[in-house]
């Protein structure tokens, strides 16, 4: 039987219409919610993506603004302007679009916007909270898949996992969360020897590569639970993720496809975090 597709899309939809109530009671009581984004460049995929971050905040009734400043910024400028936003009041949330043009060091960016504002759940402190359990900022992507695994029911505890990536931003913390919730987590990656040793073991299988077709049924266990991470732009402009969905939906339970899968679910935990951000509910309270 063909797998149950996951779909982010309408998933994300559901979450915001919840989100959106809550906003407006939040303004009720005197808060607005506001996520502010810096964008450093003129790179056009990060500018889709800001001005999708952006439509969606105006969808939840969340305040938000762009700040663009040119390639030629220097660091300084820019942990400045960080500096400026931690110390805003009436601003919750601060998102830096990433990549950053190569002479400004991300880490150092990243570690300059204050843990309770890092909506992105990228500081090292709320990473850290991340491992060891506590509440936090949880980083968008990985908090998404969580949510989409726990809205259709996939049991994770107990469950192999099999992470393929171990990116900062979605493998490592993927698999990290997947163990908080008991799982069993195998990590893979550009290194692995015999890959398919691993994924054809796999219960839940993330794929978080960025190369198109990594993953064709032949990699995956019968009713296998398939997330999809990797957005790949083919020739014709259409976006394409990891996984062969044609032939791994024939044999997994469950299956993300690309577009409206992970991707719009990741944009919905931003809104998520800022909504957190707001209320102080961070760590460190404001
Ligand atoms: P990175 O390039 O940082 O990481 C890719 C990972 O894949 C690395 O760990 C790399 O291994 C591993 N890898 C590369 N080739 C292979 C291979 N042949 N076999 C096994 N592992 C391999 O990417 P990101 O984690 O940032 O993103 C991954 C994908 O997810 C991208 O397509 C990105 O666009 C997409 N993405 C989607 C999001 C969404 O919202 N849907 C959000 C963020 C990212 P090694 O570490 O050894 O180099």
């Known amino acids: 039987m063909p797998a149950t597709v996951i779909d982010g899309k309408e998933l994300g939809q559901t979450l ?23 964008i450093v460049g003129d790179d056009p995929a990060s500018k889709s993506y800001v001005n999708g971050k952006k439509k969606a905040t105006a969808q939840t009734g969340i305040a938000s603004d762009v700040i663009e400043m040119p390639s030629s910024t220097s660091e300084a400028e820019l942990l400045e302007k960080i500096n400026d936003l931690n110390h805003e009041e009436s601003v919750h949330g601060i998102l830096v679009q990433l990549p950053l043009p190569d002479h400004i060091n991300e880490q150092t960016v990243i570690e ?136 791994a939906a024939e044999k997994a339970s469950y299956i993300t496809p690309v577009p409206k899968g992970v991707g719009p679910m990741t944009i919905t935990m931003l809104l998520q975090n800022t909504i957190k951000a707001a209320k102080g509910l961070s760590r460190f309270g404001r």
Do not use: W
Not at 162 to 185: D, F, M, W, Y
């Open 112 to 247: 300059t916007i204050s843990p309770h504002k890092d909506v992105d759940g990228f500081h090292p402190i709320n990473i850290g909270n991340m491992m060891a359990g506590n509440d936090t900022f949880l980083p968008c992507t990985p908090y998404g898949i969580i949510k989409m695994l726990h809205s259709y029911g996939i049991q994770i505890k107990g469950k192999h996992a099999v992470v393929i990536g171990r990116s900062n931003i979605v493998g490592k913390p993927v698999g990290q969360l997947l163990l908080n919730e008991h799982a069993t987590v195998t990590y893979c990656h550009s290194r692995t020897h015999n890959l398919t040793d691993f994924t054809t073991s796999a219960d839940i299988l993330i794929a978080a590569v960025g190369k198109p077709n990594v993953i064709r049924a032949e990699h995956i266990k019968q009713g296998a639970a398939i997330i999809d991470v990797g957005i790949n732009r083919q020739d014709d402009g259409s976006l394409t993720g990891d996984v062969d969905f044609a032939s």
């Open 16 to 38: 915001r219409g919840d989100m959106t109530k809550e906003v407006s009671q939040l303004k009720e009581q005197g808060i607005t919610p506001h996520l502010t984004v810096i």
